[in-house]
């Protein structure tokens, strides 16, 4: 058995507080089975951003016609583009592994970890199989993984989860993906603009359900046009025959007599057929593989680790953060929780960790951002708000751009900032300046009316949103065009 102070499961933001462990003196232990740097690094945002904006860059050529410019592509290497991404991830991941292997601050352990007691880890496999760890101080961060439904003979299909689709080095002719949300909407984007035919079949009525229903519905409306979309449509069944994989999906509806139940409704059943299937239908923490119940550790119904405000787990002396405590599966979540815990332990006093302006993106075409609250949730309060919408296309740049997309404030009566949200180009950057009111301004409409906006950039459409005529419960009664030029 071996002591530390501290002890970390997972590479992600769980080194983050690893390394302020190590900063004030303590023992450190790092365990991890897969490669350094976590999901964002290895199989998540860091490869699949990289490999969008490759797309982004295809996506401008072939929209020059649109300015008079006439260009052509004469060659796309999509293995080339994969594989640089593949090695500069990599290199990234290993730079990390040799930091802690020839750390005198940090002991590393590439293995899996199980609990067998409180703060007690046994490990399996590599060269330390069998050993035991124990330490005063235990934080779990070890993430999730891709979901995979309950479709009938999924078993026997060659599917891709996100993982694989990643590293993918030739794009399928046609790419069917079960599954609605970002992660469907980022690949269907990088997939597609490289030639591959898309199908996207979705149990929601539209993409990026937990997106506000208007950039939902805006964002699927634009989907629809480039690709074969079925939303509100459950996967049942998956066959494959050769390089041939045929999905089949039946209409889905939530139960009239329980809001949480969603069952698979009648109507005609729809079948796709592709020669890949990308399954990217959410994430399953990994609770399961880590024995939590030996530690005390309670979990809720999906699997997630149960915190408190402190991100304190039921164990004592066992904190959690990240995808596995699943308040919001995002890397600068990850990063703001690893903040907190670092500051909970080495710092005077505790201070819960603050989720009122975490913002998400959508890298997808358009892009899609947001902050704060939803209209749909806001509704469910049954508190009164106000909301508008300003288009793009209303602002000098944005008419230049030939831009498409909104952005959608929703606000109190008194003015102050619920939540916004933004479908369009640049969108997980203009959002950030609503963050920024939010968070270190009086949170009003008057942080962004009053700033000075730079005349004529794009982020003038964000400084109209919120300097119009508001509408009371979100009953959008036309855009005020006063001061569009």
Request: negative net charge; glycine residues 10%.
């Amino acid at each position: 058995m071996k002591e530390y102070d501290f002890l970390v499961i997972g590479s992600g933001s769980g080194l983050d507080v690893a390394n302020a462990a190590a900063n004030q003196g303590q023992s450190v232990a790092v365990v991890e089975k897969s490669r350094l740097g976590g999901t964002c690094l290895n199989r998540g945002c860091i490869p699949s951003k990289q490999l969008l904006y490759h797309a982004d860059v295809l996506e401008t050529i072939e929209r020059a016609d649109a300015f008079h410019i006439d260009a052509t592509v004469e060659d796309v290497d999509v293995a080339e583009i994969v594989r640089e991404v593949t090695e500069d991830v990599h290199g990234s991941s290993d730079s990390i592994e040799r930091g802690l292997s020839s750390s005198d601050r940090h002991d590393l352990y590439q293995a899996e970890g199980r609990f067998v007691d409180e703060r007690t880890l046994e490990l399996a496999g590599g060269d330390h199989d069998g050993e035991r760890l124990t330490a005063d101080t235990v934080l779990v961060a070890a993430g999730t993984r891709p979901s995979v439904p309950p479709i009938d003979g999924i078993e026997s299909v060659d599917y891709l989860t996100s993982r694989e689709a990643l590293q993918l080095e030739s794009p399928p002719d046609h790419l069917i993906i079960v599954g609605g949300g970002y992660i469907a909407a980022e690949l269907g984007q990088f997939f597609g603009t490289f030639g591959s035919d898309v199908s996207i079949v979705g149990r929601r009525p539209q993409l990026l359900p937990d997106a506000d229903e208007a950039v939902a519905a805006e964002f699927t409306e634009r989907y629809a046009d480039r690709f074969d979309v079925y939303t509100g449509y459950e996967a049942t069944a998956a066959m494959q025959s050769g390089e041939s994989i045929t999905v089949e999906a039946r209409p889905f509806s939530e139960s009239d007599d329980d809001a949480d139940a969603e069952t698979a409704g009648p109507g005609e059943t729809v079948s796709v057929t592709g020669d890949e299937l990308l399954v990217a239908a959410g994430r399953v923490p990994n609770t399961d593989t880590l024995n939590v119940e030996a530690a005390g550790i309670e979990t809720d119904a999906a699997g997630f680790v149960e915190t408190d405000e402190y991100l304190r787990t039921t164990a004592d002396g066992v904190w959690a953060l990240g995808d596995i405590v699943g308040e919001y599966l995002l890397k600068h979540n990850a990063n703001h929780e690893a903040r907190t815990v670092a500051r909970n332990l080495f710092g005077e006093a505790l201070e819960p960790v603050d989720y009122s302006a975490m913002p998400f993106a959508v890298f997808g075409s358009p892009e899609v951002a947001g902050v704060g609250l939803t209209e749909q949730e806001v509704r469910e309060t049954d508190r009164e708000y106000a909301t508008r919408t300003y288009r793009y296309e209303e602002t000098a740049r944005g008419s230049a751009m030939k831009a498409e997309g909104f952005v959608k404030p929703i606000i109190d009566l008194e003015g102050e900032i619920l939540g916004c949200h933004i479908v369009g180009p640049d969108a997980s950057n203009l959002i950030q300046e609503v963050v920024v009111a939010m968070t270190a301004g009086s949170g009003t409409v008057q942080d962004i009316r009053q700033s000075v906006h730079i005349h004529p950039a794009l982020s003038e459409v964000v400084q109209r949103a919120f300097s119009g005529q508001f509408t009371r419960g979100g009953h959008d009664h036309g855009h005020d065009h006063s001061h569009d030029r």
